[in-house]
């Protein structure tokens, strides 16, 4: 009887140590189903201490967002994890389900560190997020990616609300996302790593990299990341027989002149970690390679993110807090960037040479890579950027209690907001919203504001109790500026959250409106003077009545304050 119930105890734990991934038991041409993931890391917990499956919120399809915890000691508490200095990694996987390699890899890697087979450090602790999208995942097919090498069946980028994920981050109209951020903020990741598939050119890589924007993590965060921690993953990768070469940034054609570095703003999983000081990456699997050295690919790289993280752990730390403390000094902080074109680093690229031949469906010229003439040579990568507009941060920022949706994303985001206890007047400076273009068509659910100029003034306005002061002195200071400057690239701005105060509430009716216009100019002789000046100097406007008439109107108090005022203020 104890025999047997000892075999029993065996045979269990061999299954959940040693069980196969859908992908191990298809020979590499199969992925994962969300069911499928989920039973896999529910099963691992049940059979190790040092793994943890945790419900984090939910997703657009009404299934829960999980995140994987491992620590090699079995403590689940992320705060624990910093308060012993490990280097807390987030990986994030699925984000598009049509590019599934991490969410195999993950599964793969998480069963080898619990069998022992891979040995983490006892100073990483590991956050995993299965599968990310899970409505895509759900929406299953094979046709989606048509320039892909496999798997047999995959999900679709897409979530349950039809958005690209990874356009989402800042604007958070999924509840994934929501999700994600309370994930991001309760683990406080030193790196994230968000596993996908490439588009674009063809060549002999089967690994490229996004590295978080250097210059954007600034300081000595920065350099180190661009000198010392970026070449390690290249060197090590090399090593491991996986030889690896920046995103490839190029649709077609040869890299003759070489790319930039592709250009993260804060809508993506890269640009959003960068906000917090985060190393970030998002390895690209390239897309023509077999689904099978796709997948294998990405473990290696998982693997060797935790060699090199643990091996540099005191420098991530110390420099991630001395970036910190900086920025909490800058006067300004860039909003927007561009690359710096007479900058950049040569590197080796693995490619095939491009060139043109009769095509069977059009019978004109196309191109394709001829596998038989690869090549290696160097090429520019300008991986320099420089921001090109600045803001002065203040002291405080003052939000209106009635704008729910941003103060409820801010607070998600782990921004202290203090609410008035009772009615103030306050001066404050306030923007208007001078010139601003509305895009003409839809993009992920929204028609975005773009090319905003804003003057300001000083106000006298009059807060309500409940209304939000935002401290500037505090750890998320990056993201609230980046968020709360209405030219910034991914402001809350920019995706439609204040397209309110677009529209003015108020008008006349002209014949009413000429007696008190009237009775306005004879009462305020510098007003009448302007009129007339600008009739002099624009005959179009002197031969026109109804902008005469509304040039008044916007220079008098009977116009209403709110409109283009942007609701949200500084105090310097």
């Not at 990694?89 to 598009?96: A, D, F, T």
């Not at 054609?253 to 809508?267: H, I, L, V």
Request: proline share 5%; charged share 20%; net charge negative.
């Amino acid at each position: 009887m104890r025999i047997s119930l000892l075999l029993c105890i065996m045979f269990a734990t061999a299954v959940g140590y040693g069980q196969q991934t859908p992908f191990e038991r298809s020979g590499g041409t199969e992925t994962a189903t969300y069911p499928e993931c989920i039973r896999f890391y529910r099963n691992l917990a049940t059979h190790s201490k040092k793994i943890r499956l945790q419900e984090m919120g939910t997703s657009d399809a009404g299934y829960p967002m999980h995140v994987v915890l491992y620590s090699s000691e079995g403590s689940f508490d992320p705060a624990g994890w910093h308060a012993q200095h490990k280097i807390v990694i987030l990986i994030n996987n699925g984000i598009h389900p049509g590019e599934p390699d991490g969410v195999d890899a993950s599964m793969m890697l998480l069963r080898d560190v619990c069998n022992g087979k891979i040995k983490v450090p006892s100073n990483i602790a590991l956050a995993v997020i299965p599968l990310y999208n899970i409505g895509g995942a759900l929406n299953r097919n094979s046709c989606s990616r048509v320039n892909q090498n496999g798997p047999r069946s995959f999900g679709f980028r897409g979530n349950a609300q039809n958005l690209d994920l990874n356009r989402d981050f800042t604007k958070s109209d999924s509840r994934n996302a929501r999700a994600f951020a309370r994930i991001f903020h309760w683990v406080q990741p030193d790196i994230q790593v968000d596993n996908h598939v490439s588009d674009g050119a063809d060549y002999q890589h089967t690994m490229t990299l996004i590295s978080t924007q250097w210059n954007k993590l600034g300081g000595e965060l920065g350099q180190f990341v661009h000198d010392t921690f970026d070449p390690s993953l290249f060197q090590a990768m090399e090593k491991k027989g996986w030889p690896m070469c920046p995103y490839v940034n190029f649709e077609e054609g040869s890299p003759e002149k070489g790319w930039q570095e592709f250009y993260d703003p804060p809508r993506y999983s890269s640009g959003y970690a960068a906000l917090f000081h985060c190393i970030s990456y998002m390895p690209e699997t390239h897309m023509l390679k077999p689904f099978h050295d796709r997948v294998l690919s990405t473990y290696a790289l998982l693997q060797t993110i935790m060699e090199q993280a643990s091996l540099h752990a005191g420098q991530i730390i110390e420099k991630r807090k001395l970036q910190l403390s900086a920025e909490l000094t800058q006067s300004s902080l860039a909003i927007h960037w561009k690359v710096d074109t007479a900058r950049y680093d040569n590197i080796l690229f693995k490619g095939y040479v491009a060139a043109q031949k009769t095509s069977e469906v059009t019978g004109l010229q196309r191109l394709y890579y001829d596998h038989d003439k690869p090549f290696d040579k160097e090429v520019r990568y300008f991986d320099y950027f420089k921001g090109d507009q600045f803001v002065k941060v203040p002291a405080y920022y003052v939000l209106p209690q009635g704008w729910h949706d941003v103060s409820e994303l801010l607070l998600l985001n782990g921004v202290t907001l203090i609410a008035l206890d009772r009615d103030t007047v306050m001066e404050v400076e306030a923007y208007h919203i001078d010139e601003y273009k509305s895009a003409a068509g839809a993009y992920e659910k929204h028609h975005r504001n773009y090319g905003v100029k804003v003057s300001a003034s000083r106000q006298t306005i009059q807060f309500l109790q409940g209304d939000y002061l935002i401290p500037c002195n505090q750890p998320n200071r990056r993201f609230i500026a980046e968020m709360l400057e209405p030219a910034g690239e991914d402001s809350y701005f920019s995706w439609n959250f204040f397209d309110a105060i677009l529209q003015q509430k108020e008008g006349y009716s002209e014949y009413r409106w000429e007696d008190v216009a009237a009775t306005y100019l004879r009462d305020h002789p510098e007003l009448k003077k302007r009129l007339e000046e600008k009739k002099k100097a624009d005959i179009t406007f002197a031969q026109n009545a109804s902008a005469q008439l509304d040039f008044i109107y916007k220079n008098s108090p009977y116009y209403e304050p709110a409109h283009l005022r942007f609701p949200v203020y500084r105090i310097p």
